[in-house]
Structure formats: C-alpha cells, structure tokens
C-alpha cells in the first residue's frame, strides 16, 4: 500500500526508533495515511511500536528483526520502482 515501503525504508535507514512525527515528516504523507500504515506494519510484525515511558503518551517506531530481514528485498524494489517513475 501506499507509503509502507517508504515508512519502512525510513525506518530501516535509521539507528534508533522513530516518533510518529518524525516519520511523517520524511514521508511527506498525512497523519491518516501514516497511522493506517505503521498499523499494520505493526500487525504483520515488521515494525514494533514502543511507549517512551509509562507517563506519557508518546510511543517510538523501530524496524522488526523481521522487516530486517527484508532489507535487501525492500532496496531492490525501491530502485525498481525509482527506475521505472524515470522512464
């Protein structure tokens, strides 16, 4: 779906999770879109979502072991698709 492979290569490029905002921003996507998105890469265990602490409603966003292991998958289809919107 739209943007899932982005949030996810955002994600995978970065050393250390994510909060929502920030994730939105290198998207360039709505807050829906992004919510609906982590949801359900959060459903199929490719990305883990965690509270910052007990206080505060502020969760961050990492790449799973799992979507890790997609890496090399998710840099091939970028560059396809990056190579095909240049024709």
Known sequence: KSKSLHILMVLEQKSRPLRFSEIKDRVDASST?????????IEFNLVV????DEESKTHEYEISEYGKQLSPIMHLFYDWVKQGNQD
Not at 34 to 41: D, I, Y
Not at 49 to 52: A, V
């Open 49 to 52: 979502r965690t509270k910052t």
């Open 33 to 41: 879109t992004v919510s609906r998105r982590l949801g359900e890469l």
